[in-house]
């Protein structure tokens, strides 16, 4: 088994579009970044290649070539999943959490977790979404910033699955 962490934090400004765990989340807001700034997808990318010791998102996708502009961050998940399988290992679960003061991302929950389930092409038992806000204060609570953060778990792609009941 092989475990990964990922951790992102993305500027926070008026206008839409915001994009959450490859959802539009809101239409008053957008997050910053040279890719769509998908902040959840991007922690969660991380913590895959972080379980496989491939580096980061940085590495795979820089900022500095034009090719990631507004790049869908989606695809880029897609492709480091890819490397998680062909490195033979398959994903048992991940949970993520993202801290978000605006929007209020209560409802968009399952929506969220549909999607990054569909991306990885596994079932939703195995992708946790939580959400939490900044408590007004810090640069989350002041609607500066959105964070997310990722944990994901792999096994090998042969093994039994230990996360399932050996009473099956
Ligand atoms: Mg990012």
């Not at 003061?101 to 209020?104: G, I, L, S």
């Not at 079932?123 to 195995?126: A, K, N, Q």
């Not at 900044?134 to 810090?138: I, M, N, T």
């Given at each position: 088994m092989r475990i990964g962490m990922g951790h992102d934090t993305h500027r926070l400004a008026a206008g839409g579009v915001l994009r959450l765990g490859g959802v539009e989340?809101?239409?008053e807001w957008h997050l910053v970044g040279h890719s769509d700034a998908d902040v959840l997808l991007h922690a969660v990318t991380d913590a895959l290649l972080g379980a496989i010791a491939a580096g980061d998102i940085g590495d795979l996708f820089?900022?500095?070539?034009?090719?990631?502009?507004?790049?869908d961050s989606a695809e880029m998940l897609e492709l480091a999943f890819q490397q998680v399988c062909q490195a033979g290992y398959h994903l048992l679960n991940l949970d993520c959490t993202v801290f978000a003061?605006?929007?209020?991302l209560g409802a968009r929950k399952p929506l969220i977790r549909h999607r990054i389930a569909e991306i990885l092409r596994v079932?939703?038992?195995?992708v946790g979404v939580k959400a939490k806000t900044?408590?007004?204060?810090?640069p989350i609570g002041r609607q500066e910033a959105i964070s997310a953060e990722c944990v994901v778990l792999l096994g090998l792609k042969f093994d039994r699955d230990p996360t399932e009941s050996s009473t099956k």
């Open positions: 989340v809101s239409e820089p900022d500095t070539d034009p090719a990631n502009r507004g790049r003061e605006q929007p209020k079932s939703e038992d195995r900044g408590e007004r204060v810090g």
